[in-house]
């Protein structure tokens, strides 16, 4: 197994494209689950601080610019740069891949940050314009290419051309997430897609026909099996889940518990997956979530009164996830609701409910959806609130970036499900009551180096498909 847990100050370039397609899927594995994801656990609000540590800034939203210094230099300076290298240096199957992975990226560089350099990225070598400062595109504009080039990257794969040979299109060991099978590709590729098109859907339905065309003729993520991941073995040193290793090198370890957000929500609707998810507190035996940003406000509380994330979300040999199957049905069956595609929303929404409740192993899912009705008849804010909320709830320690990104989505007339009901305003807050950050700050090393970086960001502002 390739060593995934590698030196970010070491560089790639001059390796052949196999080699630096193994490193530029480690860099971006190590972004989104060491940095992204444990930021945005908070953010999500399915973790918070517990005891042994102090409350800290990022709890009570103080952020400054170098908070986001090391996820943006992991993704944009190092996995999208190595990828790059690979498109010019593999062969088509290869560069097709790397292609598809530059646009997982952006996306979630777009959905975090906005406008980011993007046509003028990553063109630093003489021979590329020498551009060092590179403008910031609009971040509209930027998901109109990516769609784009995911079609492009799926036309190579098919060899739509019928041109391009076996040798062409081989792909080895060198994929960490399905080993050369180019079908899963093409299957990721299209949820990708269908990811890029919903996440407008609210603001912008006239992506409906793409959306539509895209369910009648395309292949999906629909099982376990096509998930888009990066496996960790736990080898020390060599190979430990980033998230993991991060915590578990710090003076402080683990010391996240449950929110109490989550846990109100799992308890309210008598959820199963909850003792999944979260590990009984050790002094009750029960589930006890925290209140957000709450741990100074209680008197000698100790690790054994609250429920930690459970090996589900936390451990050294958790896969790193891009996209799960049942994420995908989620999309589908909002599609189906918002455009009338060809599927059935009540057998997504049901066959996604499940395939979570199996990932994780939780049982009853059956019971649970009856008792969770999901009424095709009710008006679409209610179906579509049903729909953010299960989805958030599946994103609990495996997809904790989506589980943010989808909280700040689910905005329909300008009511909120999360912000204006099931968020809670963490204790000591810099902000007001109610208000919760909508976008990240620009780092601080393009602050520093690039003057192009738009100036006046606050925590306020929002992506272009966020109302």
């Known amino acids: 197994m390739a060593d995934l847990n590698l030196d970010p100050n070491q560089s790639t370039s001059g390796g052949t494209g196999p080699e630096v397609f193994v490193a ?13 994801n444990e930021t945005n656990s908070l953010l999500a609000q399915y973790w918070a601080g517990g ?23 992991f993704a944009n300076l190092q996995a999208l740069s190595d990828l790059r290298y690979v498109r010019d240096n593999g062969n088509a199957g290869l560069s097709a891949l790397s292609e598809i992975m530059s646009v997982l990226i952006y996306q979630n560089l777009v959905d975090h940050y906005g406008d980011v350099p993007y046509s003028e990225a990553l063109r630093g070598a003489p021979e590329d314009g020498g551009i060092l400062t590179p403008v910031y595109d ?58 890029l098109l919903m996440r407008q859907s609210i603001t912008d339905p006239s992506v409906g026909p793409q959306v539509i065309a895209l369910i009648a003729g395309g292949t999906f993520i629909n099982d376990e099996a096509g998930l888009a991941r990066v496996p960790f073995q736990g080898a020390a040193g060599l190979n430990q889940n980033p998230q993991w290793l991060r915590r578990q090198s710090s003076a402080t370890g683990q010391f996240y518990v449950a929110s109490l957000t989550s846990t109100d929500v799992l308890e309210s609707l008598n959820d199963p997956r909850a003792l999944v998810i979260y590990d009984a507190a050790v002094a009750t035996g029960t589930l006890v979530g925290l209140e957000q940003g709450g741990i100074n406000e209680i008197v000698g509380t100790k690790p054994a009164d609250f429920s ?23 999309l589908r069956a909002e599609a189906a609701m918002r455009f009338g595609t060809a599927d059935d929303e009540l057998e997504m929404y049901e066959a996604a409910v499940t395939a979570h409740f199996d990932y994780i192993g939780a049982t009853g899912a059956a019971a649970y959806l009856v008792d969770n009705l ?19 709830i599946s ?9 943010w ?12 499900v999360f912000t204006d009901g099931i968020f809670t305003t963490p204790v000591r807050s810099v902000f007001a009551d109610g208000v919760f950050p ?11 180096f690039n003057p192009n970086t738009p100036p006046d960001r606050d925590l306020f502002d929002k992506v272009f498909w966020d109302n």
């Open 24 to 36: 530029a899927t480690a860099e971006y594995a190590v972004s989104l689950e060491a940095y992204f």
């Open 51 to 73: 005891p042994g540590v102090a409350l800290f800034d990022q709890e009570r939203y103080f952020f400054t610019a170098a908070d986001f210094s090391n996820e943006w230099s």
């Open 138 to 195: 609009d971040a509209k504009g930027i998901y109109d290419d990516l769609i784009v080039r995911l079609d492009a990257a799926i036309a190579v794969l098919s060899n739509t051309s019928g041109t391009l040979s076996v040798a062409d299109l081989a792909v080895g060991d060198e994929d960490l997430i399905y080993g050369g099978d180019l079908d899963r590709w093409i299957a990721f590729a299209n949820s990708l897609k269908l990811r």
């Open 308 to 330: 930690f994330p459970s090996a589900v979300a936390y451990g050294e040999t958790n896969d790193v996830l891009f996209m799960s199957h049942w994420e995908v049905m989620f």
């Open 374 to 392: 999901y009424d095709v008849g009710a008006p679409d804010q209610d179906k579509s609130n049903q729909i953010g909320i299960q989805k958030w």
């Open 395 to 403: 994103m609990n320690g495996l997809q904790e970036s989506e589980g």
């Open 405 to 416: 990104i989808e909280a700040r989505r689910f905005d329909v007339d300008g009511d909120n």
């Open 438 to 448: 909508s976008i990240r700050l620009y780092p601080q090393t393009e602050l520093s």
